[in-house]
């Protein structure tokens, strides 16, 4: 049982600023973006700094907790906890940069950072530095970033030729400024995250802002303030992000459903809807599902978690069953929110109501690629001894 004596100080936060959030949702979803007052709000009450090292001014918390708060802001807005998430993660990629990087970055600990990696951008090798150019999609929250992180394919220091198609990644760290926002976010739901795409003309990024991604084996150790376990974890709680978005959305549109049910009676019946056996049967179900993915992604996330702490890198068993997980999670969620729309019956498609939106904006996050369906088979190849396809298993 969770009591006002025990509940997380950061979902007490939460709660304080719920307000806010709730009262700019309508207009990032038209506006395509999220508020000022909303990312204002974050800032203020340190969410933005969750996963950023003590060290640098952030509160370097576990992944459970971030996990929680994530879906605890998804709840109140699913655009809201998706930047979030997306920002917050955004702060574990600096442990792949020199560590002159992290005091640039992270400021004051409340630098609000996008992230968007497909295609990697073309990154010319020059005198202390790179010549960047891209054009990526989905960079949720870059109205308000401080901070872009991307890919690019770079020759490596001191070859002659540039970017090659085969060239391994690397990760670059590019302040604001540089980057132009395309303003094309027109999508089914989400629409206010803002993910339009984010195009870098020819910026230069010094050597201490680009890395090749290296995989645990290539990092003997990690920079200056990442000394913590949650850095062990490497991109491992990123991904679990994605998918506490989709259960505060599942949350929220069931949270609705039960108040609803309260005082609804279905068109041409005498019944209220909570005394009706199928809005009993698929309420119920959606609340088994909802539970049973939530509990199995924070039990990944506590084995992570748990590796860390013992001073491991996570390792390939902890990646298989956090991969698994993350994508079980959304699609039940999704599989929630589908339940939910088929009880709630016409009140689910008016837009004075938000079931329609949950609708929408459950079955988008199934398409993202870190959790989408087809990490499936990306883990069964693995399953069966076979090489996997999902390139991101190997840090």
């Known amino acids: 049982m969770v009591t006002a004596a025990t509940r997380d100080p950061l979902l007490e936060t939460v709660d304080r600023i719920e307000p806010v959030l709730r009262q700019h949702a309508a207009d990032a979803e038209s506006r395509r973006r999220l508020s000022v007052e909303a990312v204002r709000a974050m800032r203020e009450a340190g969410l933005y700094g969750m996963w950023t090292p003590r060290a640098y001014g952030g509160l370097e918390v576990d992944p459970m ?14 655009a809201t906890g998706w930047n979030l998430a997306l920002s917050v993660s955004g702060a574990l990629f600096p442990a792949f940069l020199d560590e002159r990087a992290a005091p640039e970055i992270y400021g004051d600990g409340s630098a609000v950072l996008a992230v968007a990696f497909f295609p990697p951008g073309e990154a010319v090798p020059e005198q202390e530095g790179f010549r960047l150019k891209s054009h990526t999609p989905f960079g949720s929250g870059s109205h308000h970033c401080d901070w872009f992180f991307g890919l690019a394919q770079v020759a490596e220091p001191g070859a002659m030729q540039g970017p090659g198609r085969d060239a391994a990644p690397w990760l670059v760290a590019v302040p604001s400024r540089d980057i132009e926002i395309v303003e ?11 993910s339009h795409d984010v195009v870098i003309r020819n910026a230069f990024v010094p050597r201490h802002r ?48 039960l108040a609803l049910a309260a005082r609804k009676t279905p068109s041409y019946t005498s019944s209220p809807l909570r005394e009706r056996p199928m809005a009993q049967h698929q309420t119920a179900r959606a609340e088994a599902k909802l539970g049973a993915a939530r509990a199995y992604l924070h039990e990944a996330l506590r084995e992570i978690w748990e590796c860390a702490l013992e001073g491991s890198f996570v390792t390939m068993p902890h990646k298989k069953k956090l991969q698994l997980a993350a994508t079980h999670a959304q699609e039940a969620a999704a599989e929630a929110v589908d339940l939910v729309h088929a ?20 079955h988008v996050v199934t398409q993202h690629a870190y959790i989408s369906s ?12 076979l090489e996997s396809d999902w390139g991101f298993l190997a840090y």
């Open 184 to 194: 094309n976010w027109s999508t089914l739901g989400m629409r206010g995250t803002g």
């Open 374 to 385: 087809s990490r499936y088979e990306s883990v069964g190849r693995l399953l069966f001894g």
């Open 65 to 78: 907790r971030g996990n929680r708060v994530f879906e605890e802001v998804a709840r109140i807005d699913s």
């Open 210 to 257: 680009a890395a090749p991604m290296r995989t645990p084996e290539q990092r003997e150790r990690l920079p200056k303030g990442f000394e913590g376990p949650l850095y062990r974890c490497t991109v491992w709680p990123a991904t679990a992000a994605l998918s506490s978005v989709a259960l505060g959305i599942a949350r929220a549109a069931l949270d609705e459903l």
């Open 343 to 362: 009880t709630v019956g016409t009140s689910g498609i008016r837009e004075g109501q938000r079931f329609e939106r949950h609708f929408r904006d459950a």
